[in-house]
C-alpha cells in the first residue's frame, strides 16, 4: 500500500476492521499510522481472459463516516466518491465508486 495513498508522504496503513457486506471479498476500515486519515479498502480478484487481477481500492474517509461503516451498513456513502485503485499492486488509477476495473 505504501506509495499509492496520498493522504501523506510516508504511508503506513494498518487494518481497523472489516466490513463484511457480502459486496467484495476484502473490505476494510483503513487508517494511516502517520496522520490518523481514514481509508475504506475493497479488493477483489478476477480472472480475465487467463490473466489474474487483483485490485484493491481506496476510498478515503472522514473518522465520523469510519465510525459509520464499523457500526453497520453505510456503503451507499462511496458510490459517487473518488477512489484509487492499485492493479496488481503497482498500477495507479483513479476511479470513481465501485465501477468496473
Ligand atoms: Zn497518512
Not at 503506513?12 to 476494510?28: A, H, K, L, N
Not at 499510522?33 to 485490485?55: A, H, I, T, V
Request: with cysteine; hydrophobic share 35%.
Amino acid at each position: 500500500m505504501r506509495g499509492h495513498l496520498d493522504c501523506c508522504a510516508d504511508v503506513e496503513v494498518e487494518q481497523v476492521r472489516e466490513i463484511s457486506e457480502g459486496f467484495r471479498e476484502d473490505e476494510w476500515v483503513c487508517r494511516c499510522r502517520q496522520c490518523g486519515q481514514y481509508w475504506f479498502s475493497s479488493r477483489w480478484n478476477e480472472s480475465l481472459g487467463g490473466r489474474k487481477l487483483e485490485e484493491v481500492r481506496y476510498f478515503r474517509i472522514t473518522s465520523a463516516e469510519a465510525e459509520k461503516m464499523m457500526r453497520g451498513s453505510v456503503r451507499g456513502l462511496l458510490e459517487h466518491r473518488d477512489a484509487i485503485a492499485v492493479l496488481n499492486g503497482s498500477t495507479v488509477r483513479r476511479v470513481r465508486g465501485f465501477g468496473p476495473v
